[in-house]
């Protein structure tokens, strides 16, 4: 059964940095994609960065091109995502989320609250 496990959001001023993980267990291959969503209050999920644990190519949305860095340890079975320079509109639930042949499977949520 694959897990996903999200962790180390929290309360930062603005233009800090943190980093997010997300610690996955059960899948059968690397041929699996993670990525992490975000969800504003009162706003869509949005998708913000993802990565292939297979060959380590990575994606960006525009809104944090430049800030954020998505990274695998593979050894771990841990994605992190570090977020740098934080505005108050990357205020929002953090979510990791993969798929793969095995199918699609989201972890639960971390805040992450910027203060202006």
């Known amino acids: 059964e694959v897990q996903l496990q999200a962790s180390g959001g929290g309360l930062v001023q603005a233009g800090g940095s943190l980093s997010v993980s997300c610690a996955a267990s059960g899948f059968s291959s690397d041929d699996v994609a993670i990525g992490w969503f975000r969800q504003a209050p009162g706003k869509e999920r949005e998708g913000i960065s993802c990565?292939?644990?297979?060959?380590?190519?990575?994606y960006y949305a525009d809104s944090v091109k430049g800030r954020f860095t998505i990274s695998s340890d593979n050894a771990k079975n841990t994605v992190y995502l570090q977020v740098n320079s934080l505005k108050p509109e990357d205020t929002a639930v953090y979510y990791c989320r993969s798929l793969g042949p095995g199918g699609d499977y989201w972890g639960q949520g971390t805040q992450v609250t910027v203060s202006s």
């Open positions: 990565i292939s644990i297979h060959d380590g190519k990575t």
